[in-house]
């Protein structure tokens, strides 16, 4: 039995989950709304103050649906009650980060600053110079927006510059030594 899927899922006072026919589960909380279409395998019933997902058979494929269902509908409860964030952090020398509207700025030593949009329902908050905050309520969408800002300046192992996760941590090499 999947031990992930066998846990219910608690609802917080202030979310509802409705559960509409090809298994479309809508979650409404605090922070907005999330709409999602999950396996229709796989049976999502609201029992009181939880959500609990129930499996067919004992196929493979059953099995790894069923954790993944469960952890999906987790998600959706937690994001519409607390919310995401990833914080990133910006190091080297000339680097920094720079938010205008929804319009972030990014001077990684490019001859040309890096300009992303913030995607619908994710917000990038700077703090100071060099630490960006990715906010909002899709787990999924949250980490996308976070590894795409990232992406265009990775950290390097020899100075550790670049964009990285405040929580990653960078092996560092040792540089070349001069002859003598």
């Known amino acids: 039995m999947s031990r992930i899927g066998r846990l219910p899922v608690a609802i917080p006072a202030g979310v509802t989950v409705e559960i509409a026919e090809n298994n479309k589960v809508t979650v409404k909380g605090p922070k907005g709304t999330l709409v999602r279409e999950l396996p229709v395998e796989m049976e999502i019933k609201v029992e009181g103050a939880e959500v609990v997902v129930t499996r067919p058979n004992d196929l493979k494929k059953m099995k790894s649906l069923h954790g993944l269902t469960r952890t999906l509908i987790n998600n959706m409860v937690l994001g519409v009650s607390a919310g995401y964030e990833k914080v990133l952090e910006v190091n080297g020398v000339g680097y920094r ?84």
């Open 97 to 180: 980060a720079a938010k205008s509207g929804n319009k972030l700025t990014l001077n990684l030593g490019y001859s040309h600053p890096v300009e992303m949009i913030d995607p619908e329902g994710i917000e990038a908050v700077v703090e100071g110079q060099n630490k960006i905050i990715v906010k909002g309520i899709d787990k999924e969408k949250v980490g996308q927006y976070a590894a795409e800002i990232r992406d265009k300046r990775r950290p390097e192992p020899y100075k550790g510059k670049g964009i990285k996760y405040a929580d990653e941590v960078i092996r560092r090499k040792v540089g070349k030594t001069g002859k003598k």
